[in-house]
């Protein structure tokens, strides 16, 4: 079974530009997280999609920040535009439906890098 | 924030039980403590996780304390690539007050020695 994937794996953009990180979660699996660490600190959370849903988007950091899920398959969170402070890693993770209790699957992450 | 407390860092040597414990004296009665643990430049991978009675599995044991407001992760017999920062994480279910994201602390950061 294939795990979560991550393109690309690493990115690195100037001030201003557009990046689009892409998530292909486990097959099958419903639930799917980002999440980030930037320099020096805790990996945070970002959304969570229920399928094609956006359950929690709580620690979205403002509105350059756009994630979709279109189908409920894979991901794409965009930054645009990026700005300094957004580089760290993206961590995707995915987990299955219909379970209370459950482990999340995370992917390698994608180190974004804005000079 | 993180309802948990760890140690910064431990140090282990190979082949020894590494203990690493955890305080989450806030928990809840419907919480779970789940561990992960980040090798570097990987994605987080969850360990095991627990209610609370002491859970085993084929990487570690989870002991939590009767009051459940701690616990320590096992890594029975520790090897150089167990190197890695173990996150001790306090989740409720996963429909209940956004219990589905994970709120990652410090973590500890264990060095497993020749």
């Known amino acids: 079974e294939a795990g979560v994937t991550q393109f690309p794996s690493h990115s690195v953009i100037e001030k201003g530009q557009t990046v689009t990180l892409r998530c292909d979660p486990i097959?099958?699996?419903?639930?799917l997280y980002w999440y980030r660490r930037v320099m020096g600190k805790e990996i945070k959370f970002l959304l969570h999609?229920?399928?094609?849903?956006?359950?929690?988007e709580s620690g979205m950091p403002n509105n350059r920040f756009l994630a979709e899920r279109t189908g409920g398959t894979y991901s794409t969170l965009k930054v645009q535009p990026a700005e300094l402070e957004d580089s760290g890693v993206y961590f995707c993770?995915?987990?299955?439906?219909?379970?209370?209790?459950?482990?999340?699957?995370f992917g390698p992450g994608t180190r974004l890098t804005v000079t | 924030d993180a309802k948990t407390t760890q140690p910064p860092s431990m140090d282990c040597a190979e082949g020894r039980a590494a203990n690493l414990p955890c305080n989450h004296s806030?928990?809840?009665?419907?919480?779970?403590v789940y561990w992960y643990r980040q090798i570097h430049s990987q994605g987080p991978q969850y360990i095991i996780h627990?209610?609370?009675n002491n859970e085993t599995n084929e990487m570690a044991s989870l002991i939590i304390t009767e009051d459940r407001k701690s616990s320590t992760l096992i890594l029975p017999h520790a090897t150089l690539r167990d190197t890695a920062v173990y996150y001790c994480?306090?989740?409720?279910?996963?429909?209940?007050?956004?219990?589905?994201?994970?709120?990652f602390g410090q973590g500890t950061e264990l060095s497993v020695k020749p």
């Open positions: 993770a995915s987990s299955q439906e219909g379970t209370l209790y459950y482990e999340q699957y």
């Open positions: 097959s099958g699996h419903d639930n």
């Open positions: 999609f229920v399928k094609e849903s956006k359950q929690d």
């Open positions: 806030t928990i809840s009665g419907n919480e779970y």
């Open positions: 627990g209610l609370k």
């Open positions: 994480i306090v989740r409720g279910p996963l429909y209940y007050n956004q219990g589905g994201k994970l709120i």
